[in-house]
């Protein structure tokens, strides 16, 4: 149980291009997913807390306009990059908080992450 | 701030040993907290969770926490080189809606 997906896996794509990622909970219903962005050898970064049927809370310093959050179901949410450039190559990784697993409320279970490159 | 704390490492320890990670915290509001798994590449992978004093025994694991020290351990017996991983701690706040998480400790075991 607990298992969340992410897609695409992988994506290059050219500077000022938008680039989709979703994030999903297969088997269980998530009000709450997270979106994280990793540089290499550094640790987990929160950008931003996406709730169902709300807007997205923002971590301070990550543009809103940029990185477009939006969590339409209890088992989907999605990470937009807007007009992507280099510096936003990175590893996005998302999570979805199991409301009533096991693992108990608090517990956050990660996608495999997307790498995404902007050339 | 609300800051965790983890030696970045590498810790090596011999295949078979037990391999002690630790973690401080700042925020005495912490309730929850997490060990999680980070092969290199990938991300991570929920290994234990504590929230009463204490150890919590889940296999060769071990989660040890302290709240008066504010201090959380994990210990691995039996390490395996599979083991070998970016162990991240993590600490839940006000109602469990974010995590904050360590700088991750690297763990090498070596044959």
């Known amino acids: 149980g607990a298992v969340v997906s992410q897609h695409p896996s992988r994506v290059i794509c050219k500077s000022g291009t938008s680039v989709k990622i979703e994030c999903r909970s297969l088997?269980?219903?998530?009000?709450?997913m997270f979106w994280y962005r990793q540089f290499p050898k550094k640790s987990l970064m929160l950008m931003a807390t996406?709730?169902?049927?709300?807007?997205?809370?923002?971590e301070q310093g990550v543009e809103k306009d940029k990185f477009l959050i939006n969590h339409a179901s209890l088992t989907l949410s999605t990470l937009t990059v807007t007009s992507a450039h280099p510096e936003d190559s990175s590893f996005y990784i998302c999570?979805?908080?199991?409301?009533?697993?096991?693992?108990?409320?608090?517990?956050?279970?990660f996608g495999p992450g997307t790498r995404l490159t902007v050339l | 701030q609300k800051e965790v704390e983890q030696n970045s490492g590498p810790l090596s320890v011999p295949e078979g040993a037990i391999a002690s990670l630790n973690c401080t915290y700042s925020d005495r509001g912490s309730q929850s907290f997490f060990w999680y798994r980070q092969y290199s590449g990938k991300s991570p992978e929920l290994i234990m969770s504590i929230y009463s004093n204490g150890d919590k025994e889940d296999g060769r694991f071990t989660a040890q926490l302290n709240k008066a020290s504010q201090y959380v351990s994990l210990l691995i017996r039996d390490s395996q080189p599979s083991d070998s991983a970016t162990y991240l701690c993590?600490?839940?706040?006000?109602?469990?809606?974010?995590?904050?998480f360590g700088t991750g400790t690297q763990l090498k075991v070596e044959l």
């Open positions: 088997d269980f219903q998530a009000t709450t």
């Open positions: 996406s709730n169902e049927g709300s807007k997205a809370t923002y």
């Open positions: 993590a600490a839940a706040t006000g109602g469990g809606n974010k995590l904050t």
């Open positions: 999570s979805a908080r199991d409301r009533v697993g096991t693992g108990g409320t608090d517990t956050q279970y």
